[in-house]
Nanobody, 114 residues
Framework: QVQVAESGGGLVQPGGSLRLSCAASGFYIAIYPIDWYRQAPGKSREWVATVTGGGRANYADSVKGRFTISRDDAKNTVYLQMDALQPEDTAVYYC????????WGQGTQVTVSS
C-alpha cells in the first residue's frame, strides 16, 4: 500500500523545538520532491517547505530561518526540524508528494502553547 505517515507532533512551549518525520511506504521517495503543509484551525492549508530530489530546500517566509527540511532517502523519510516555535505555528502538519499520485499523509498535530 502506497502511503506517507507523519509523526513527531505534540505539545511544546513557545521557543521550543520539534522534529517531524514523514515515512513513505510502498514507493521510494528518492526522485520526488516532498512538501510539508500545515493547516491551522479555521484556516486554509498552507505550504511550509519543499525538499527537491536533489536535496534543495525552499521555505515559506513565515518559517524561514526557524524550520529545516531534510531527507534521508536510505530511510525513505523526510524530516521537518522546527525550532523557535511560536503559537502561530500551531496546526496539523501534512506531508505531500505531488508527483506521486498526489499522495497526502494523515497529518500530525503540533500545538505551541504555554
Amino acid at each position: 500500500q502506497v502511503q506517507v505517515a507523519e509523526s513527531g507532533g505534540g505539545l511544546v512551549q513557545p521557543g521550543g523545538s520539534l522534529r517531524l518525520s514523514c515515512a513513505a511506504s510502498g514507493f521510494y521517495i528518492a526522485i520526488y520532491p516532498i512538501d510539508w503543509y500545515r493547516q491551522a484551525p479555521g484556516k486554509s492549508r498552507e505550504w511550509v517547505a519543499t525538499v527537491t530530489g536533489g536535496g534543495r530546500a525552499n521555505y515559506a517566509d513565515s518559517v524561514k530561518g526557524r524550520f529545516t527540511i531534510s531527507r534521508d532517502d536510505a530511510k525513505n523519510t523526510v524530516y521537518l526540524q522546527m525550532d523557535a516555535l511560536q503559537p502561530e505555528d500551531t496546526a496539523v502538519y501534512y506531508c505531500y508528494v505531488p508527483d506521486y499520485h498526489d499522495t497526502w499523509g494523515q497529518g500530525t498535530q503540533v500545538t505551541v502553547s504555554s
